[in-house]
Antibody, heavy 114, light 107 residues
Framework: EVQLQQSGAELVKPGASVKLSCSAS????????MHWVKQRSEQGLEWIGR????????KYDPKFQGKATITADTSSNTAYLQLVSLTSEDTAVYYC???????WGQGTLVTVSA | DILLTQSPAILSVSPGERVSFSCRAS??????IHWYQQRTNGSPRLLIK???ESISGIPSRFSGSGSGTDFTLSINSVESEDIADYYC?????????FGGGTKLEIK
């Protein structure tokens, strides 16, 4: 069964950075795009970007350029999302997902607060 | 970017009724639309892919239709467990975009 296990909740200070992880099992991440999606409290889904782990190429929604960087480590079958210069606007649940996306992780809550 | 507009924002139906969700794209996207269900505090779950293709493990009461710019997700006979937010998403072009969602309430 395809599973995506995301890292735990983060409490970070404004201006700091954070790196979230998404560990895949029962499939090889080289075989599909890995996506990251943002969801603020009581809001809809926002697509951040995706990486093709087979060649490392990535695409982003322009609004997240400079804010988010997606990487992947095929040796550990894990994708990552790094967020920089965090503000209260970045407080949200971040999901990783694979394929269409067809399968989703459980989400990681990032709270930006002093 | 392709804008997806979902309507209405909230749907309220009685158990056993048929309900339809609308998703309209700002340009022709063929059948590159997918539907997701998100229950409270849960992760999104893929219900329908490519406008009308069924997904293994999803109840048969869920179906999708449409092409071009207008798409519909239908639930044939609503059950209480269907209380959730429903989103459409396009995979025709980058960046991928989601609709704003429709909340399903049960009367």
């Amino acid at each position: 069964e395809v599973q995506l296990q995301q890292s735990g909740a983060e409490l970070v200070k404004p201006g700091a950075s954070v790196k979230l992880s998404c560990s895949a099992s029962a499939f090889n991440i080289k075989d599909s795009y890995m996506h990251w999606v943002k969801q603020r409290s009581e809001q809809g889904l926002e697509w951040i970007g995706r990486i093709d782990p087979a060649n490392g190429s990535s695409k982003y929604d322009p609004k997240f350029q400079g804010k988010a960087t997606i990487t992947a480590d095929t040796s550990s079958n894990t994708a990552y999302l790094q967020l920089v210069s965090l503000t209260s606007e970045d407080t949200a649940v971040y999901y990783c997902a694979v394929g269409l996306p067809a399968y989703w992780g459980q989400g990681t809550l990032v709270t930006v607060s002093a | 970017d392709i804008l997806l507009t979902q309507s209405p924002a909230i749907l309220s139906v009685s158990p056993g009724e048929r309900v339809s969700f609308s998703c309209r794209a700002s340009q022709n996207i063929g059948t590159s639309i997918h539907w997701y269900q998100q229950r409270t505090n849960g992760s999104p779950r893929l219900l329908i892919k490519y406008a009308s293709e069924s997904i293994s493990g999803i109840p048969s009461r869920f179906s999708g239709s449409g092409s071009g710019t207008d798409f519909t997700l239908s639930i044939n006979s609503v059950e209480s467990e269907d209380i959730a937010d429903y989103y459409c998403q396009q995979s025709n072009s980058w960046p991928r975009t989601f609709g704003g969602g429709t909340k399903l309430e049960i009367k």
